[in-house]
């Protein structure tokens, strides 16, 4: 099965496996935000997005973009 898949993709065109990743990425934070709501779950969606920022860039880098994350939670 892996076989097929790995040849699968050598077929498929460049725009399709950015396209494919494209999707990847997106259901990647659908899920990270669900643990999120889950984890926080009086937090409002701007304090889900600094949170889900600070997944994606890690705490320093997402301070300094998006500024310190109130730690009421």
Not at 19 to 32: D, F
């Amino acid at each position: 099965m892996e076989a097929l898949q790995i040849r699968l993709l050598r077929e498929v065109s460049l725009v399709r496996k950015m396209e494919m990743l494209a999707g990847l990425n997106a259901s990647v934070r659908t899920l990270a935000l669900c643990g999120l709501r889950k984890q926080y779950p009086g937090a409002s969606e701007s304090e889900l997005r600094r949170r889900l920022a600070g997944l994606l860039l890690g705490e320093e880098l997402a301070d300094k973009v998006y500024g310190e994350l109130e730690h009421a939670a």
